[in-house]
């Protein structure tokens, strides 16, 4: 359920007699490390040895998502990573300027990507490009979710607009005041299965994650939704042309 398929366990085998177990990268920052076994949630750092080989490649270091053979101190209660596990997939950030520096793993061995953009006034074509970029060259699977239905005045027309530059890419039209989109979303869930969620600021990412746990697991971008409806009927108002 946690997601260690047999290709996964296969990868880790010879990595047993060692005295070291298979575990998931949860979160991680400044070099400290939760990894969770799918029964229990520990501290860990990774070793030296595997610091020293990645060479300060930040793609070869472990990442949210990574599956790593780890080893329990005698305590019990903190692990050392020993090694990093074969990506199935990952989604990279690149420095815009030069694609050979600047990477950085964002998830690990995800299935499929929700890039969550809204139907307000932040609706961006060439913003979500980059996304489905992204997506794709991950090897994940994309899925576009065109959030805030509520806010807008032409679904249909903005919905096609999406679809001309996301071909063969499944959109959902969602909502978190109606409830739109939410089984739809949640189709995609699966045991064993990891989805991401990648998306601007306030475009309902966290929104969409705490409906479908039931539960205010993230905080969301408080953004007043009553701003977006304001300046999409400003723009409706603003006088045109001057007719004869």
Same mark, same amino acid.
Request: hydrophobic share 40%; net charge positive.
């Given at each position: 359920? $946690?997601?260690?398929?047999?290709?996964?366990?296969?990868? $880790?085998?010879?990595h047993?007699?060692?005295?070291?177990?298979?575990?998931?990268?949860?979160?991680?920052?400044?070099?400290?490390?939760?990894?969770?076994?799918?029964?229990?949630?520990? &501290?860990? /750092?990774?070793?030296?040895?595997? !610091?020293?080989?990645?060479?300060? @490649? +930040?793609?070869?270091?472990?990442?949210?998502?990574?599956?790593?053979?780890? !080893?329990?101190?005698?305590?019990?209660?903190?692990?050392?990573?020993?090694?990093l596990?074969p990506?199935? &997939?990952?989604?990279?950030?690149?420095? +815009? *300027?030069?694609?050979?520096?600047?990477?950085? /793993?964002?998830?690990?061995?995800?299935?499929?990507?929700?890039?969550?953009?809204?139907?307000?006034?932040?609706?961006?074509?060439?913003?979500?490009?980059?996304?489905?970029?992204?997506?794709?060259?991950?090897?994940?699977? +994309?899925?576009?979710?065109? *959030?805030?239905?509520?806010? @807008?005045?032409?679904?249909?027309?903005?919905?096609?607009?999406?679809?001309?530059? *996301?071909?063969?890419v499944?959109?959902i039209?969602?909502?978190?005041?109606?409830? @739109?989109?939410?089984d &739809?979303?949640?189709?995609?869930?699966? +045991?064993?299965?990891?989805?991401? $969620?990648?998306?601007? &600021?306030?475009?309902?990412?966290?929104?969409? /994650?705490?409906?479908?746990?039931? *539960?205010?697991?993230?905080?969301?971008?408080?953004?007043?939704?009553?701003?977006?409806?304001?300046?999409?009927?400003?723009?409706?108002?603003?006088?045109?042309?001057?007719?004869?």
């Amino acid at each position: 359920a $946690f997601g260690c398929h047999d290709r996964r366990r296969d990868a $880790f085998a010879g990595h047993e007699p060692n005295g070291r177990y298979p575990a998931r990268v949860v979160p991680e920052g400044l070099g400290q490390f939760l990894v969770h076994d799918g029964a229990a949630t520990r &501290s860990a /750092v990774v070793t030296g040895r595997l !610091r020293y080989e990645s060479h300060g @490649d +930040p793609l070869a270091y472990p990442a949210v998502g990574d599956w790593v053979a780890v !080893r329990i101190g005698d305590d019990g209660s903190a692990g050392t990573i020993h090694a990093l596990l074969p990506r199935r &997939s990952a989604i990279v950030r690149r420095a +815009p *300027s030069d694609h050979s520096t600047g990477a950085q /793993v964002l998830a690990a061995n995800v299935d499929v990507v929700f890039i969550v953009t809204s139907l307000n006034a932040e609706l961006n074509l060439r913003r979500l490009e980059r996304y489905l970029a992204v997506a794709w060259e991950s090897g994940a699977s +994309p899925v576009v979710v065109l *959030s805030k239905a509520d806010l @807008d005045d032409d679904v249909a027309g903005h919905r096609v607009a999406v679809e001309a530059v *996301s071909v063969g890419v499944e959109d959902i039209v969602a909502s978190a005041i109606t409830g @739109d989109g939410v089984d &739809s979303v949640r189709a995609h869930l699966e +045991p064993g299965r990891t989805v991401a $969620f990648v998306g601007s &600021s306030g475009v309902g990412k966290a929104t969409r /994650v705490n409906s479908l746990a039931g *539960s205010g697991l993230l905080t969301t971008a408080g953004r007043r939704e009553d701003r977006a409806r304001a300046r999409r009927r400003a723009n409706r108002v603003t006088p045109g042309p001057m007719a004869a």
